[in-house]
């Protein structure tokens, strides 16, 4: 893989040492680089390798991808060193939140999974890390998983967190198929029957192949009835931009899968293989075929053909959408941290949030379960608004 090189390094260091627990007496030391290059790229991907939160939105690729498809150039890398040896990064980025200049982490918005990068969930470590930064900003941190969210909110109890998304998932086990009711199991395998012979599942994964299939991905959500709500991706030149780089530094880790009628691509996944778990990031079909009901048939045979590539685990991805829910009753929740030493800014984005889960409560959508989820916060005492007796869900 070719990394491009970007200005000279630049860094500034704040060392503090802490007594510690469970290591030797050990000097951490955070370095904040300003400017990318090889060298710490590297360092990255190495600590990428063997860390115990690895996933794709904290890689040194997604990063890149990022940076270069949004023309960011003024980010922040924390970078936590222990004992010498790179042991944590997270890369920050200022930028307003609800009117608060705030340090969040670079294309939030776009990432299934959380975006900082730790070797391990040790104590130490993660206080160490975390405590000069949530210390001296106002910081918004999105995706944290709901282990790490935990340690996090034990060692930093004044920071609050809400609820940001539940994904269900499926452990891939002989049957992937084995919770759908009877009655849709029978609608499916009549659909199945009826259009066996026209339609074919195409898998698309090599860097070259996914560059020159990402113009049908475009086209086939460009005519879904996403376009027609208002939530499309591509519809943004910088989201498209976004896809393209990720096809060139993440090409390793990328699956398209396309459901094809008579030859035709009607509809299409678009999702990434790490550690043995296939995410489902993106994924649409043309809205003249929906009698087919392209997205569930390509879903019910795309969990097939990714267990039989020995990945364990199917996650489908932010949202608890209904046809989601008839395949799995099991999911992992995410959180958003909120941090501040204003105690005017606490309270103004507890606030906004209980604004939020009211929304999702009067206002949900008829096939999402995610008013049952989503905004829910933990978080010091003093400060949470408990309007509508918000259950603690850490």
């Given at each position: 893989?070719?990394?491009?090189?970007?200005?000279s390094?630049?860094l500034?260091?704040?060392?503090?040492?802490?007594?510690?627990?469970?290591?030797?007496?050990?000097?951490?030391?955070i370095?904040?680089?300003?400017?990318?290059d090889?060298?710490?790229?590297d360092?990255?991907?190495?600590?990428w390798?063997?860390?115990?939160?690895?996933?794709?939105?904290?890689?040194?690729?997604?990063?890149?991808s990022?940076?270069?498809?949004?023309?960011?150039?003024?980010?922040?890398?924390?970078?936590?060193?222990?004992?010498?040896?790179l042991?944590?990064?997270?890369?920050?980025?200022?930028?307003?939140?609800?009117?608060?200049?705030t340090?969040?982490?670079?294309?939030?918005?776009?990432?299934?999974?959380?975006?900082?990068?730790?070797?391990?969930?040790?104590d130490?470590?993660l206080?160490?890390?975390?405590?000069?930064?949530?210390?001296?900003?106002?910081?918004?941190?999105?995706?944290?998983?709901?282990?790490?969210?935990?340690?996090?909110?034990?060692?930093?109890?004044k920071a609050?967190?809400?609820l940001?998304?539940?994904?269900?998932?499926?452990?891939?086990?002989?049957n992937?198929?084995?919770?759908?009711?009877?009655?849709?199991?029978?609608?499916?395998?009549k659909?199945?029957?009826?259009y066996?012979?026209?339609l074919?599942c195409?898998l698309?994964c090599?860097?070259?192949?996914?560059?020159d299939?990402?113009?049908?991905?475009?086209e086939i959500?460009?005519?879904s009835?996403?376009r027609?709500?208002?939530t499309?991706?591509?519809?943004e030149p910088?989201?498209?931009?976004?896809?393209?780089?990720?096809?060139?530094?993440?090409?390793?880790?990328?699956r398209?899968?396309?459901?094809?009628?008579?030859?035709?691509?009607?509809a299409?996944?678009?999702?990434?293989?790490?550690?043995?778990?296939?995410l489902?990031?993106?994924?649409?079909?043309l809205?003249?075929?929906?009698?087919?009901?392209?997205?569930?048939?390509?879903?019910?045979?795309?969990?097939?053909?990714?267990?039989?590539?020995?990945?364990?685990?199917f996650?489908f991805?932010?949202g608890?959408?209904?046809?989601?829910r008839?395949?799995?009753?099991?999911?992992?929740?995410?959180?958003?941290?909120?941090?501040?030493?204003?105690?005017?800014?606490l309270?103004w984005?507890?606030?906004?949030?209980?604004i939020?889960?009211?929304?999702q409560?009067?206002f949900?959508?008829?096939?999402?379960?995610?008013?049952?989820?989503?905004?829910?916060t933990?978080?010091?005492?003093?400060?949470?608004?408990?309007?509508?007796?918000?259950?603690?869900m850490?």
């Open positions: 893989m070719q990394y491009f090189l970007v200005r390094i630049n500034m260091n704040i060392t503090f040492t802490k007594k510690p627990k469970t290591m030797n007496n050990s000097t951490f030391k370095t904040i680089i300003e400017n990318i090889n060298p710490f790229i360092e990255w991907k190495e600590l390798d063997s860390s115990i939160n690895k996933n794709i939105f904290n890689s040194p690729e997604w990063f890149l990022c940076i270069e498809a949004f023309s960011i150039n003024n980010y922040q890398i924390y970078a936590g060193y222990e004992n010498g040896k042991a944590a990064t997270f890369p920050l980025i200022k930028k307003s939140l609800f009117g608060i200049n340090s969040q982490s670079i294309c939030n918005g776009l990432i299934s999974d959380t975006p900082f990068l730790v070797k391990n969930y040790n130490d470590l206080t160490n890390f975390f405590k000069p930064l949530l210390s001296s900003n106002n910081i918004f941190i999105s995706m944290i998983d709901s282990e790490v969210a935990r340690l996090l909110h034990n060692d930093f109890p609050f967190f809400s940001i998304s539940a994904n269900p998932v499926l452990k891939l086990e002989d992937p198929l084995r919770y759908i009711s009877k009655s849709n199991r029978k609608n499916l395998k659909t199945l029957n009826k066996e012979d026209d074919e195409r698309v090599s860097e070259q192949d996914i560059q299939y990402l113009h049908v991905m475009f959500e460009y005519n009835v996403k027609s709500r208002h499309d991706m591509f519809s910088e989201i498209r931009i976004l896809f393209q780089k990720i096809s060139k530094y993440l090409s390793k880790y990328t398209i899968y396309f459901l094809l009628h008579k030859n035709i691509p009607i299409y996944q678009f999702g990434f293989i790490n550690r043995n778990t296939f489902a990031y993106q994924t649409a079909y809205s003249e075929f929906n009698k087919l009901d392209p997205g569930k048939v390509l879903l019910v045979n795309l969990l097939e053909i990714i267990k039989s590539n020995e990945c364990h685990e996650d991805g932010c608890m959408s209904s046809y989601k008839e395949l799995t009753p099991n999911y992992k929740v995410f959180y958003n941290l909120y941090s501040s030493n204003n105690l005017i800014i309270y984005w507890e606030l906004i949030n209980c939020r889960r009211v929304k409560i009067l949900h959508h008829k096939f999402s379960d995610d008013y049952k989820y989503l905004f829910r933990i978080g010091p005492k003093s400060l949470r608004i408990n309007m509508l007796n918000i259950p603690i850490i």
